[in-house]
């Protein structure tokens, strides 16, 4: 497909444990974002990717989170010991090049984690 | 983190009604973005706005960019049914980062 695509589309697993979730961007998108939504909100932004690197990891919520991307391609945002409060839908979005404020950013669909 | 003060909250509408909904913020923004979600997806860009005072049209949706930069409004004309979703409005740009910052969104409902 020629979207961005997300993994799982749901997950559901217990407080404590580690849970990875994986975000594909368009083919060719050089920025990567990950944002959190939590019901009945609106997105917060966790990081974003320029290539590899990460210049802005200020919306990231405790050092619990962590996020990686390889290749200019694949991005893994990393939850350890997982809390309750951490259930959200987790939503990816590329974009094609970063160069100002007028690059769109396409989403995927979410990841929905349900911490038990 | 913060957000943008979106209104209303949510909307009870007949088909054919037109809509309005707005957008505030303390802060300045380069680009004011408007998406709808719908259930179980993510979001979709409607309308994207990058100049203060600028009005600009997608068929029945049209936008505009405050001219003090802190606030935006989207109006749906002639509402049908699958205008419902929850519209998010997102401004960027603000203090040179690209990050989005969202509104909590207005949750639309159309009734036939």
């Known amino acids: 497909g020629a979207g961005v695509s997300q993994s799982p589309s749901n997950k559901v697993t217990e407080k404590g444990k580690d849970v990875e979730l994986r975000c594909d961007p368009i083919?060719?998108?050089?920025?990567l974002y990950w944002y959190r939504q939590r019901l009945g909100q609106g997105l917060e932004f966790l990081i974003y990717?320029?290539?590899?690197?990460?210049?802005?990891k200020s919306g990231l919520p405790s050092d619990r989170f962590s996020a990686e991307r390889t290749g200019e391609s694949v991005s893994t945002l990393t939850i350890q010991r997982t809390q309750q409060e951490d259930s959200a839908v987790y939503l990816c979005?590329?974009?094609?090049?970063?160069?100002?404020?007028?690059?769109?950013?396409?989403f995927g669909p979410g990841t929905r984690l349900t911490v038990l | 983190g913060q957000q943008l003060n979106q209104s209303p909250q949510s909307m009870f509408i007949q088909e054919g009604e037109d809509v309005s909904m707005n957008c505030t913020s303390s802060?300045?923004?380069?680009?004011w973005l408007w998406y709808k979600q719908d259930p179980g997806e993510g979001p979709v860009l409607l309308i994207a706005?990058?100049?203060?005072?600028e009005l600009t049209s997608n068929g029945r949706l049209t936008a505009q960019f405050g001219i003090t930069r802190k606030d935006s409004f989207l109006n749906i004309s002639a509402s049908i049914p699958s205008d419902v979703g929850i519209y998010f409005c997102?401004?960027?740009?603000?203090?040179?980062?690209?990050?989005?910052?969202f509104g909590k969104g207005t949750k639309l409902t159309v009734n036939p």
């Open positions: 083919s060719g998108h050089t920025a």
């Open positions: 997102a401004g960027q740009g603000q203090g040179g980062s690209e990050k989005l910052v």
């Open positions: 990717f320029q290539g590899n690197s990460a210049p802005d």
């Open positions: 979005a590329s974009s094609l090049i970063w160069s100002g404020p007028t690059d769109t950013q396409y």
């Open positions: 706005l990058y100049k203060a005072g």
């Open positions: 802060s300045i923004f380069n680009t």
